[in-house]
Structure formats: structure tokens, C-alpha cells
């Protein structure tokens, strides 16, 4: 069974219209990620939250917001979609900080941006 | 700051034998763990193996091993027996507090 969840897989959204992803988990998990993945590239961090703590990435744009409304759930807003955030976004979470933070990913959602 | 570096975009393999995949890191932590990641076509990056930065012996994991040599900072993963359905992208990553760095990943390509 999934423990990590993302809907939707695949995302088509227009240039400049606001877009709402998201993530649930079913592991209860204090900490859960946000990571951009582009073609063929490392996945980067945009931020992620450490239970209710959120946390930002330094080079992570204005335009990429997150919510956490509860344990279970974790959205990301992208408030104005831009050619070039076209990419896979992948959420993860883990249990407990620390070295050994064993990430869970889910199957990431691919969003289009036309 | 962290940085992660796989040398490697792509790597062939066939069937049954046993591929290294490499990585090296640059940290100034001296706390720290190394991870691998499995990314199929499918997009869900599946946990492989970790190796803690004290822990004196290399991770194994099934056919999965982790050479580990600190003072060269590398973690190289060694898959042993390689088959078909370890074709896909191969990330390594490192931690530090809460979260992990990637490396650009490596595309293994097995072959029968």
C-alpha cells in the first residue's frame, strides 16, 4: 500500500494560473519535503516542514508557497506557474530529523506548464 | 556547504554481472550519512542503502553494498548481479540536520 500519496500524477496548467499540489502520508511522519526535480537533473529541496516548523530554502522562489494543514497533508502552491517550473515534484517525509533521515518519497506529480 | 558528485551520466551493465556506480562528497560536518536512491521511469525515488559517517564497517543491503572510504570521500554503490529490472536512474545523496542533497544521478542500463 501507498504510504506516501500525490495527486495528481500529471498536472497540465496555464501559464500564470495558480496550481495546487498534494501530498498525504499514512506513516505519521513528523517531517514532510517538497523537492523540484527538472529533466534530468538532482532533485532540489524547496522547503519542507519539521511538524508544524516550516522551513524555507534560501533560493527557493517567492512564487512557491506550502501548507500544512496537519500531520497527514502537505500542499504546494505554485501562485504563478512559469515556463520553467514545469518539472516532477516530489514529496517525502521522515520520521524524525537527524542524520539518518531516512526519506519516503511518493511517485511525484508531473506538472506541464502551457 | 554540501555538494554531492556522481562522474558518472551513464552506465551498461549485463545481465548477472556486478556494476560500481560512483559518487563523491564534500562536507565539513563531520556528522553526516550517505544514502542511495533507485528512481525507476515510473518517478518514485525507492530507498536503498545508508552508511552513516562513524559507522565503521560498509552498508550492505540484499545485493546492494556501499563502499565506504572516508578519508577519499566516496560512497560508491556496488550492485551485485545485476538484472533487468535495475534499470533506472541512481541518485546519491548525503544529510545534514533534516534533509538530503542529491548528486545529478546516474543512468544504469542493463542489459540480457
Known amino acids: 500500500d501507498a504510504m506516501v500519496i500525490q495527486n495528481p500524477r500529471y498536472q497540465?496548467?496555464?501559464?500564470?494560473?495558480?496550481?495546487?499540489?498534494?501530498c498525504s502520508q499514512t506513516l505519521n511522519h513528523n517531517v514532510m519535503y517538497w523537492y523540484q526535480q527538472?529533466?534530468?537533473?538532482?532533485?532540489?529541496?524547496?522547503?519542507?516542514?519539521?511538524?508544524?516548523?516550516?522551513?524555507?530554502?534560501?533560493?527557493?522562489?517567492?512564487?512557491?508557497?506550502?501548507r500544512r494543514p496537519?500531520?497527514?497533508?502537505c500542499f504546494l502552491d505554485i501562485r504563478s506557474p512559469g515556463l520553467g517550473d514545469a518539472a516532477m515534484y516530489l514529496c517525502a517525509t521522515s520520521k524524525e530529523g537527524?542524520?539518518?533521515t531516512e526519506a519516503f518519497f511518493g511517485q511525484g506529480t508531473r506538472l506541464t506548464v502551457v | 556547504a554540501q555538494?554531492?558528485?556522481?562522474?558518472?551520466?551513464?552506465?551498461?551493465?549485463?545481465?548477472?554481472?556486478?556494476?560500481?556506480?560512483?559518487?563523491?562528497?564534500?562536507?565539513s560536518d563531520p556528522s553526516y550519512g550517505l544514502f542511495w536512491y533507485k528512481q525507476p521511469s515510473?518517478?518514485?525515488?525507492?530507498?536503498?542503502?545508508?552508511?552513516?559517517?562513524?559507522?565503521?564497517?560498509?552498508?550492505?543491503?540484499?545485493?546492494?553494498?556501499?563502499?565506504?572510504?572516508?578519508?577519499?570521500?566516496?560512497?560508491?554503490?556496488?550492485i551485485s548481479a545485476s538484472q533487468l529490472g535495475d534499470s533506472a536512474m541512481y541518485f546519491c545523496a548525503m544529510s545534514r540536520y533534516s534533509t538530503l542533497t542529491f548528486g545529478k544521478g546516474t543512468m544504469l542500463l542493463v542489459s540480457p
Open chain 2, 42 to 78: 515510473s518517478g518514485e525515488m525507492i530507498f536503498l542503502i545508508y552508511q552513516g559517517s562513524y559507522d565503521q564497517q560498509n552498508a550492505t543491503e540484499g545485493r546492494y553494498s556501499l563502499n565506504f572510504q572516508k578519508a577519499r570521500k566516496s560512497a560508491n554503490l556496488v
Open chain 1, 70 to 73: 496537519n500531520t497527514s497533508f
Open chain 1, 98 to 100: 537527524g542524520v539518518k
Open chain 1, 38 to 66: 527538472k529533466s534530468s537533473q538532482a532533485p532540489k529541496l524547496l522547503f519542507h516542514y519539521y511538524d508544524k516548523d516550516f522551513n524555507n530554502e534560501a533560493d527557493t522562489p517567492d512564487n512557491f508557497q506550502s
Open chain 2, 3 to 27: 555538494k554531492i558528485t556522481q562522474t558518472q551520466p551513464g552506465m551498461f551493465v549485463q545481465e548477472k554481472e556486478a556494476v560500481t556506480l560512483d559518487c563523491t562528497y564534500d562536507t
Open chain 1, 12 to 22: 497540465v496548467t496555464q501559464f500564470g494560473k495558480p496550481v495546487t499540489l498534494s
